[in-house]
């Protein structure tokens, strides 16, 4: 438990930092291009909006720092994220809380598809060397390094453009009343099948390989050995022995595996206009929209962090060590 | 001090290394396209002068003995675009690299050998940036940069992609740290610096090559898709200002494949000949690597024969599974 304790600690004082390179990037970089906006929006905005503002982006620095960084943090922590000036007047945080379920549900559930297949077919591709995949090494290779977003292009292309099988834009039909139906349901996953499918496929290589190469390195070991001296069977050595020991690295490296899927998936939103928090994340840089910007960074920080402390919860479950070590 | 015998050995190790990595044949075919790559980089806009911005009379069309790569909505060679972009897409990514491995080796190497607090929290922050996802980071940083240009770009990138160079350099540099040759100098009295530089880097310069290469990849894809989303320079060619000048006027909708098609090649084919090239560095640092596959390959042989024949080792279509290592991703205790 004191593993947990110790990374829930790592984990706070993590978003402490990203809180606070939120608060400073706005004020190191030179001008400050929310003076700009907020001239543009001047009429319509109330004199308690633009306190709100001035304390998140310091436009005019009546404060001393120190002053100005613990009111930012008094705004952040009662959920004051300032208004966003792409869908004016609403607040930055109710265009996250309506974005960032299509998001959590397309990237969340496609990360485990494809850590759940990637480890399988690991498992079993490691357990005899130098079969097929190892010469298909060049070609998984490039499916892992070519962008998740022009991946998504050329889906979009074929199976949106050419064979008109999946629709093209959207996360739903627009003409199918919101709510828990069948019929809404069904066509929020039949729009989300496209973007899916390629995200599955662009970061199903990754976790593959990892896992492939740490069962061949696992299964030389000399408790394996004994194993198969034992006469144990194929199953529970492949799985107790070998996947079991092999799948600790692939979770200890989950954050930074997840980085890449989010940098992966904020531009494949913007490509399949999937209304989740990365295509929301483009409006705002395209329209200057820092306030939503910031806070969209924020929140996808902090998603982050959180998915990071999952991933530590099933390590300590997985492993005994973690669990005894002081 | 045996210094004859121990250099002479030394010696010996890197060129059995020095061959092990010319023969390798995924660092060679890596480095090949690499090298087109590079060529194309250098000679290409003088081979070919035509301007990428230069528009002429015939519009969307496909490949063609005239234009290769067929042409854009405004006429534009597509081809000469992709020619022209190479050379700064890859001055990006590799600047950027290595400025980040700058850092890393400061922060990695430096936080190592230091120990005590000042190591403790730079340890921290290179964990914090680990955990931090970039392209938020990168897109809310170029969102206030008042020029986009490539010095910018380079610093950005370099800014939030030196953290796992700095980790694994970190790991390693704590484990020679303990090491007897390490402890030997140090003994004898020698300077801080110079045990660091003559001691200690020699021994993590295959870890910072292939932290390099890996953050070469990251610079890439994430340079793409900054420009393809419009946040970097877009008047600036590069492979991904190729895909965002295609989405932008409808290339998709138009069908004009050969239009952004060809710069994801460019970026998968860059990106793999630098993976091949990392798990060449890997194959010869990671002798772990094939020890373990060579027990293993004795093993399922002994398998295969039945046991009530006499022992016959027969051909198991094995190949030394020198193939597909992990690269930049060696397990590392944090």
Redesign the interface.
Known sequence: MLYLARRTG??V??GV??LS??FF??RL???N?VLSLIARFHTQITPKTLAALDVLFGVHHRAGLWAQYTQYWREILSGNLGVSFTYFPTPVTHVIGSSLPWTLVLVGVCTVISFVLGTVIGCVVGW???SV???L??L????????Y???G??A??VFG?LVHWFPVSGAYNTSVPIGWTWQFVGSALYHAILPGVTLVVSTLAFWL??M???M??T??EDYV?LA?AKGLSRVRIMGMYGARNAIL?NI??F??A??FV???S??LE??FSYPGIGYV??QA??N?D?PL??G??LV??LV??LA?FLADFCYVMLDPRAREEA | MGVTVQEGHKRRQVTRAWRRLTHSRKMFVGCLILVVFGLVAVFGPLIDTRSPSAMGGAVLQGPSGAHWLGTTETGQDVGAQLIDSTGFTLMVSFGAAAVATVIALVVGVGGGYLGGLAGEVLSMLSNCFLVIPALPLVIVLAGYLPSKGGVALILVLALTGWAWGARILRAQTLSLRRREFVLASRVSGERGWRILLSEILPHVMPIVASGFVFTVIFAIVTQSSLAFLGLSNVNTWSWGTMLYWAQTNEGLQLGAWWWFVPPGVCIGLVGMALALINFGIDDVVNPRLRIVARKRHRLLRRERVPETQPVVVKGTGWRPASAGQASGDREVVA
């Not at chain 1, 998984?140 to 962008?147: A, E, K």
């Open positions: 790592f984990y004082v993590t930092i990203a390179i939120n990037i706005p970089m030179p001008g291009p005899r060397p130098g995949l190892d010469n090494l060049p998984s290779t490039f499916f892992s390094t070519v962008p977003f022009w991946l292009l050329i979009l292309f453009g390989l990892r492939r190469n740490m061949v390195t299964l030389g050995l198969e690295p200890a490296s954050a930074m997840l980085g989010v940098t992966g904020i531009v913007v490509v994340l483009y840089v395209s200057e820092y910007m910031q969209i960074f996808i920080t982050v962090l990071n």
